[in-house]
């Protein structure tokens, strides 16, 4: 036993010192699309507070020229806002076409419905003949194509992929093995009972949530509970409170972002007409987690571990 914990940390410690460097020319999936990269691009620029997280944790800031998305929707950690500081913020919302050329970007990290839309202006076909190249969040590809249920695999894919792309594979991995081994601490001590979970994330006529295909399945799951929604092919998406109210979840997941705060967020739900006889109203079990660990991120170690306190007590 020893002597394979033992090997278990010198791997650990040894197996980022040993990643290949990157050859180039490199090709790279990316949702239904294949990627090739002559070299690592150098004026990057990552869209939503959860990719610029990514970009940063792997060391590329020298590499990019900016970031987009963030303060329009006060999605920003006291903590990522010191990292950010020095970094410009192209856009507080959506950036433009025009918006990636004015700033010579050469490589947008972006998503479907996180910075890009099916049928917008901005998109890997609108921007290849730009010579920008797109890589797309892999969790938001259920957009353009069928996929199986999110997971972690999702997140770990976007790191590993970036690790290539930008030759900091030996990083890429560190932080990959890092979320594991607390993933795996968590999973350790869950307990066979699954309780039923919903994530709210906005919305008053409706719920603005998360299905199967959405980050929040993985977490939840990861966390020893099971998402009320995880028979909805969607990813984000809306439902109508019966639907809530019909399956009855026992613990509620709040995403705090936004104008309206988690605290608010609580009140409304605890005072809706129609969650009255909801378990996790009535006994008041709401989980909070910040946007950026309810999207594909490094966060989302920290989700799993406050979820699944919240569903188990420990």
Not at 144 to 149: A, E
Not at 201 to 213: H, I
Request: charged residues 20%.
């Amino acid at each position: 036993m020893i002597r394979s914990a033992l090997l278990a940390a010198l791997l650990l410690v040894a197996g980022p010192a040993l990643a290949e460097a990157t050859r180039y020319p490199l090709t790279v999936h990316s949702c239904n699309r294949e990627v090739t990269f002559a070299k690592a691009p150098e004026r990057a620029l990552s869209h939503d507070i959860n990719m610029t997280q990514m970009m940063l944790a792997l060391g590329l800031r020298t590499k990019m020229v900016g970031y987009s998305g963030v303060s329009g929707w006060k999605a920003v950690t006291p903590a990522l806002r010191k990292e950010l500081d020095g970094l410009p913020e192209l856009a507080s919302k959506y950036p433009s076409v025009e918006t990636l050329l004015n700033a010579n970007v050469d490589f947008f990290f972006a998503g479907w419905d996180y910075g890009m839309r099916v049928g917008g202006d901005l998109t890997p076909q609108s921007l290849a003949p730009l010579g920008i190249a797109v890589y797309e969040l892999t969790e938001s590809c259920a957009f353009v194509m069928k996929r199986p249920p999110a997971s972690l695999d999702d997140t770990y894919t976007d790191l590993r992929n970036l690790g290539r792309i930008f030759d900091v594979q030996a990083r890429a991995s560190q932080l990959i093995e890092q979320m594991q081994q607390r993933v795996a601490s968590v999973q350790q001590h869950l307990p066979a009972q699954r309780p039923r979970v919903f994530l709210y994330d906005s919305g008053e006529d409706r719920a603005m949530t998360s299905g199967r295909l959405g980050m929040p399945e993985a977490l939840i799951n990861a966390a020893g509970g099971r998402n009320i929604l995880d028979d909805i092919e969607a990813s984000w998406t809306r439902v109508n409170w019966e639907s809530v109210v019909e399956r009855n979840p026992e613990v509620i997941v709040i995403v705090d972002y936004g104008e309206i705060t988690a605290a608010q967020k609580q009140q409304f739900l605890e005072q809706h007409p129609a969650l009255q006889s909801v378990d996790a109203v009535r006994n008041r079990r709401f989980v909070v987690i910040p946007y950026v660990a309810a999207t594909p991120s490094l966060e989302n170690v920290e989700a799993i571990e406050a979820i699944a306190k919240g569903l188990h007590g420990a």
